[in-house]
Structures are given as structure tokens and as C-alpha cells.
């Protein structure tokens, strides 16, 4: 009689432990994987390269980021949660320096959403003269450049 309550009791810890494993590794993963908390950023960083400052204002449908002024190799970043679901994030940036005026969408869900594209949540631009490249981790280098219209150049 003892002995089958202490099997019992035996048992009802054992399964206790693993339910507990169970619900702290659950718990670990939806930490991780929550993609509905996950945060992408964008940083800018002026590589006009002939000492100009740069200007930028950069807007989607629901934020006005306000104008940035950056110095020489000077940077600014912001987030945002980009809409995974529905890929939908814009962000269009005005970028002037002496003598010019450009307008980039410094990111879109098309070009750089997670389903799409080049996909990237820590998105690091250069900005020069002749258009803004964007860092691939994958070659170390700001190697995904694109014309002032918006098309990949090499
Ligand atoms: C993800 O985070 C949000 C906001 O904190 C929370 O409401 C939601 O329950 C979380 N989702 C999961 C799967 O943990
Ligand atoms: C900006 O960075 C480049 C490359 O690192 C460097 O050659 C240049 O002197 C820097 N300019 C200023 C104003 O710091």
C-alpha cells in the first residue's frame, strides 16, 4: 500500500518536472520567435565624401521622422516594427546636400521586408553622391547599392 503511494507520488513528480521543462522551453522559443515585438532598425550615414553636410527627412503614412541634419560620416538611425503580416512599411527619405535634391524609399517591405527581396532588420545605408548602398552581412560590405531612382546598380 505504501509503496504504490510512494510510486505515485514518484510519478506525480516526475511529470510535474517534465511539464515544467516543457512549459520554460515553450516559453524560451516565444521569446525568441516573437515576431510580432521584433523591432528593424535603419541607420544612414553621410558618405557624400567632399565634406557636405547632409540633410534628410524621412516619412512613412504614420510617422514624419523629421529633417536629420548629419555632418561628414555623420549617422542617425531609427525603428519601427515592420508590418510582417501584411508588408506593407514604407519609408521615403528627401536627401539634400549643396546643389541637390534626391528622394529615396530607404526601406520598403518589397525590396527589404523579411518575405521578400533582400530581406534585412538591421538595414545600414551609405549615403553618397551616387546613390545610397546598403550592408550585406553576408560579403561584409555596403555592396547593395542602387541609382537615385530606386534601381540595383553594381
Ligand atoms: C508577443 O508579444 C506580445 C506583446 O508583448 C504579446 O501580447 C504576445 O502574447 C506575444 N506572443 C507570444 C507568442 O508570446
Ligand atoms: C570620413 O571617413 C572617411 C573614410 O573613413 C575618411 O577618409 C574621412 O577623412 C572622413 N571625413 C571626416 C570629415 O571625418
Known amino acids: 500500500m505504501t509503496s504504490i503511494i510512494l ?10 518536472l517534465l511539464i515544467q521543462i516543457a512549459f ?8 525568441d520567435l516573437n515576431w510580432s515585438t521584433i523591432k528593424s532598425m535603419v541607420r544612414i550615414t553621410n558618405r557624400l565624401g567632399d565634406g557636405s553636410t547632409l540633410n534628410l527627412h524621412c516619412k512613412s503614412s504614420d510617422d514624419d521622422l523629421g529633417l536629420q541634419i548629419l555632418a561628414p560620416n555623420g549617422s542617425w538611425s ?4 515592420p508590418n510582417i503580416i501584411f508588408g506593407v512599411t514604407l519609408f521615403s527619405c528627401h536627401f539634400t546636400w549643396p546643389g541637390q535634391s534626391k528622394w529615396f524609399n530607404i526601406y520598403d517591405d518589397d525590396r527589404d521586408g523579411v518575405r521578400k527581396g533582400i530581406p534585412c532588420i538591421y538595414c545600414i545605408w551609405d549615403i553618397s553622391k551616387n546613390g545610397p548602398c546598403r550592408f550585406s552581412e ?3 560590405a555596403f555592396n547593395i547599392c542602387y541609382d537615385w531612382n530606386g534601381n540595383r546598380r553594381s
Open 24 to 31: 520554460s522551453s515553450q516559453a524560451k522559443n516565444d521569446f
Open 78 to 81: 531609427f525603428k519601427f516594427r
Open 7 to 16: 510510486k505515485t507520488q514518484v510519478h506525480v513528480v516526475v511529470i510535474s
Open 138 to 140: 553576408r560579403d561584409d
